[in-house]
């Protein structure tokens, strides 16, 4: 069997238990800070840990509608979660699986957060070079809206959304006063 891998590091201020905790919280906390990503993540059975099924249901913002998969592993004093697709579009029509494998790593003034994605092919045909950047670049933002969402601080995504709406409503106010200056 072929296999691809990516690997993503993010480093944080807070410590490696916070990010840990936090992110244990993702099936909840991802459709609330990348719903174009994660429209629903839905446990269909289990209770959260070892051998927990979890559906997700992708948004606009990738090529997949679904995915199913189911934690393999999680050991808290060691900050690590393992999970593994094992069904779904996700899988491209060219993949066995796809695993994961999360390690929040303590460092002196914080953590750093490290996931390793593993496709297991089922031929030689493997994902492109794109999707695995794009799907890089996903986990990143994710996990800083993550750990954005958890410091009770907004993201720079959030906020740039945020500047946006109000720059287009303060022009449509403005228009709005130019075009009606009886009303005013």
Do not use: R
Request: hydrophobic share 35%.
């Amino acid at each position: 069997m072929t296999s691809v891998s990516i690997q993503i590091e993010v480093s944080s201020t807070f410590p490696a238990n916070k990010v840990f905790k936090v992110f244990s919280d993702f099936d909840n906390i991802a459709p609330k800070v990348n719903h174009t990503v994660f429209k629903s993540i839905e446990t269909v059975e289990g209770n959260g840990g070892v051998g927990t099924i979890t559906i997700f249901t992708f948004g606009d913002a990738v090529p997949f509608t679904s995915g199913k998969y189911k934690v393999d592993a999680i050991d808290t004093s060691n900050f690590s979660y393992n999970y593994s697709f094992f069904e779904g579009d996700c899988l491209m029509g060219i993949l066995d699986s796809i695993n994961h494998h999360i390690k929040v790593v303590p460092t002196d003034g914080g953590s750093i957060f490290k996931q390793t994605v593993i496709y297991n092919c089922k031929g030689s045909d493997k994902p492109s070079e794109d999707i695995l950047k794009a799907e890089k670049e996903i986990y990143e933002k994710t996990y800083k809206a993550i750990e954005a969402h958890g410091s009770d601080k907004p993201s720079e995504d959030i906020l740039k959304a945020e500047k946006e709406i109000y720059e287009k409503t303060y022009k449509a106010i403005e228009a709005y006063g130019v075009a009606h200056p009886e009303s005013y």
